[in-house]
């Protein structure tokens, strides 16, 4: 999930992707920012490439 969400895709296209619902999607998004204390999905995608996670 977080390799398709840096790239630049939509909840959308991550969903599809993994066969997921889009809230299912926008559930975890949710969690991986609370996790990451991220504020947006850029920030997100730095602080997890700084912790070595992608």
Same mark, same amino acid.
């Given at each position: &999930? !977080?390799?398709?969400?840096?790239? =630049? !895709?939509?909840? +959308?296209?991550?969903? *599809?992707?993994? =066969?997921?619902?889009?809230?299912t &999607?926008? *559930? *975890?998004?949710?969690? !991986?920012? +609370?996790?990451?204390?991220?504020?947006?999905?850029?920030?997100a =995608?730095?602080?997890?490439? *700084?912790?070595g996670?992608?």
């Open positions: &999930m !977080l390799t398709l969400l840096v790239s =630049g !895709l939509k909840d +959308e296209a991550i969903a *599809r992707q993994l =066969g997921w619902s889009v809230r &999607m926008r *559930r *975890r998004i949710s969690r !991986l920012h +609370e996790e990451l204390v991220a504020a947006n999905r850029f920030q =995608g730095v602080i997890a490439a *700084r912790r996670w992608i």
